[in-house]
């Protein structure tokens, strides 16, 4: 009687699967964790896609341990970083610890897990774009003008401590223009541009990277009108230049003079005439006439 009631069960879960397949239905396809991101060391988030869900409902949960550890948690919190996500605060993070992430999708006809995704938080830092960007045309007595631009640290990395070397990149071009002229400021907080076009709206946008981690995202464009009077190029260099090597020409023309040689001779000397190897000129000379007497 067992054996005839264990059949029956069998019997009738295998119905219920073929006529499950029938209509469509299966197991999910496995989830892919997508990526984790710490905006600063102390908290962090994970993405997962879904897969197809067998045309059931399906549930998703994400479970992790710390290497070295053998007991399993689940995600503490499935809503502050939106759908199909796992948001750990600081109670739940720890730095120089390796967590080992899957993703569970599970319907009524079963489940699958994701590919597992090993997470050192100190190496996804990802930092939000740099705040209070501002742009500022200045002019200086005593020097060109030029265009300020300043901002501030990402809010949510704690740059005063040390914990952080955030560098910065900024970008700009002209509104219409296609290629961005880029700059690259270790710790600063402010850049100074002097070569711009006169007449033109410029376009300006920054973004930052830890020392371990990735860059943030652009942050949104900033805008200035350069006057029409603005200064192309700096030619105080050039004038300082040109100045020097006239000065230079000067005293050379000088000491030529002084030394009594024209500018050919200095440029060109006279080549000496060709010697032979033990001949004197200066006896020729004196027996010269000696030898012409005797000839009469």
């Excluded at 060391?41 to 869900?53: I, Q």
């Excluded at 296609?178 to 376009?203: A, C, R």
Aim: net charge neutral.
């Amino acid at each position: 009687m067992k054996e005839n009631a264990a059949s029956r069960v069998v019997f009738i879960l295998l119905l219920f699967l073929n006529v499950s397949l029938l209509n469509g239905q299966s197991p999910p396809e496995k989830p892919k964790l997508v990526k984790c991101r710490s905006p600063g060391k102390e908290t962090f988030t994970c993405w997962w896609e879904p897969g197809a869900d067998g045309g059931l409902p399906t549930n998703y949960t994400l479970t992790y341990h710390k290497e070295g550890e053998t007991l399993i948690h689940e995600c503490p919190d499935y809503k502050t970083g939106g759908p199909n996500s796992c948001y750990f605060s600081k109670k739940h993070t720890s730095i120089w610890k390796m967590y080992v992430i899957t993703v569970n999708a599970i319907n009524q006809m079963g489940i699958s897990s994701s590919d597992p995704l090993y997470v050192d938080v100190t190496y996804i830092v990802e930092p939000e774009p740099p705040a209070n960007l501002t742009l500022e045309l200045k002019h200086p007595e005593d020097r060109k003008p030029y265009l300020w631009i300043k901002w501030s640290p990402p809010t949510m990395t704690d740059v005063k401590s040390g914990w952080f070397i955030i560098q910065y990149e900024i970008r700009l071009k002209p509104e219409k223009a296609t290629d961005w002229e880029t700059h690259f400021t270790p710790k600063q907080t402010q850049l100074k541009i002097f070569n711009l076009y006169p007449g033109q709206k410029y376009l300006v946008q920054i973004r930052c990277k830890p020392d371990h981690g990735y860059w943030s995202e652009w942050s949104p464009e900033s805008s200035i009108q350069i006057p029409n009077d603005f200064p192309v190029k700096d030619t105080s260099m050039w004038i300082f230049v040109a100045i020097l090597s006239a000065v230079i020409c000067l005293i050379m023309v000088w000491a030529v003079a002084l030394k009594g040689y024209s500018m050919v001779t200095c440029i060109l000397p006279p080549v000496p005439g060709p010697k032979i190897k033990g001949f004197d000129v200066h006896l020729l000379e004196i027996s010269q006439p000696s030898r012409l007497v005797s000839m009469f």
